[in-house]
């Protein structure tokens, strides 16, 4: 597990190297969702690059989504692009009623074709100390596993048989996952400790549980998106052969996003402070254009080698634990049986 030192002068060297890009492909004729496009986010790039290429790109977000589909059309109508390429739609992964329309309105609406869909959307509300207990979603889940994993596994596995029809009637349908090179933070069995696919309250009398703060904001981001890589892998292993249907991870880089901007503080000071953080901050992070490279790579070029970790526009190495396939079908088989109590789709 490399260290945040180490992690930084890696990111600080890379700054250095020219920043990959990917190469222009035809994407008419291909529908894609992108998942967390809003303003200033590495989704929006993406969707936006996608669309410019010509594909039929769904966008999403669970804010503002007006805003959204304005300033991407604006965006497509200054390149030259059809603005008409691009729809946008609410959805929040941590409400599966919310997760369950949208699969239902793209259904209809797409007559059932998916060639790719990119589970771009993610959330880390950084601590900078341990808390004593974790930040639960309404319906009890740890935040960061409840939304960048489960509600994502909810989305794929809702929109499953439109991308299997898709990758049979095409040969080539795909499921990027937007991981984080953080994923090293966790280990397999973290993935399995305390129930995280269960949101019963935890023991009382568990040996392990101590009343010292233990939560890390940070090990449960990386804990979601080791699991996001066991996900992308395992659909790969699932339904590749079978269905044409392949499925990469990736970590787009450290990048320059509302999830990465420093924290505002109120006031005339604490403004003039903000904007001085943010302006040093954008000189040692990359841009939301830079950020959506590997993602729109591994979205669009043909052919492309499933199954694996992308960083930098080409193929990288996860963590070890990220290659154990028994954790991954195992991690598959839980998520299913959670999603299997959820309500039905519409
Ligand atoms: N920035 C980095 O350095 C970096 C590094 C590694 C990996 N990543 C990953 O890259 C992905 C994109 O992040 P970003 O940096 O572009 O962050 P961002 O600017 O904060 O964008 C995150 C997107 O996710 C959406 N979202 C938040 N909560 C959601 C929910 N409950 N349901 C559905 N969508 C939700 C947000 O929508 P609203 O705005 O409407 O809330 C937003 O569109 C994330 O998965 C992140 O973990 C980022």
Request: proline share 5%; aromatic share 6%; hydrophobic share 40%.
């Amino acid at each position: 597990m490399p260290d945040s030192f180490t992690r930084t002068v890696k990111h600080l060297g890379r700054l250095f190297l020219s920043k990959p890009m990917a190469e222009p492909v035809e994407m008419a004729g291909r529908h894609v969702i992108v998942t967390g496009a809003s303003p200033g986010s590495i989704g929006y790039e993406t969707a936006r690059i996608l669309a410019e290429w010509g594909a039929t790109v769904v966008a999403t977000r669970v804010r503002d989504v007006v805003r959204m589909a304005s300033s991407l059309k604006d965006d497509l109508r200054r390149h030259g692009a059809d603005p008409d390429n691009i729809t946008a739609h609410r959805l929040d992964l941590a409400d599966p009623d919310s997760v369950n329309a949208f699969a239902a309105w793209y259904r209809g609406r797409f007559h059932g074709k998916l060639h790719v869909l990119i589970n771009n959307a993610g959330i880390h509300k950084k601590t900078l100390a341990p808390l004593k207990t974790a930040p639960l979603t309404d319906d009890g889940f740890e935040i960061h596993w409840r939304t960048n994993y489960l509600g994502t596994f909810h989305l794929t596995r809702s929109l499953l048989p439109l991308l299997q029809r898709t990758g049979l009637e095409s040969g080539d349908a795909r499921v990027v996952n937007v991981s984080s090179g953080l994923h090293d933070r966790a280990e397999n069995e973290d993935l399995f400790d305390e129930g995280p696919l269960s949101n019963e309250e935890p023991q009382r009398d568990e040996p392990t549980r101590s009343k010292e703060p233990r939560y890390h904001s940070w090990d449960s981001y990386g804990k979601s998106k080791l699991a996001m890589v066991h996900m992308a892998f395992e659909i790969d292993r699932r339904f590749a052969d079978s269905h044409n249907l392949r499925a990469v991870a990736v970590h787009p880089g450290v990048v320059m996003t509302n999830l990465t901007l420093p924290q505002a503080f109120g006031g005339r000071m604490g403004k003039a402070l903000h904007r001085i953080s943010s302006a040093l901050t954008s000189l040692v992070l990359l841009s939301p254009t830079a950020g959506a490279q590997t993602i729109v790579m591994c979205a669009s070029r043909r052919p492309l080698q499933g199954g694996r970790y992308y960083e930098r526009c080409a193929v990288a190495e996860s963590s070890l634990d990220s290659q154990d396939p028994e954790a991954a079908n195992r991690l598959w088989d839980l998520s299913e049986r959670w999603a299997g109590t959820l309500a039905e789709p519409i």
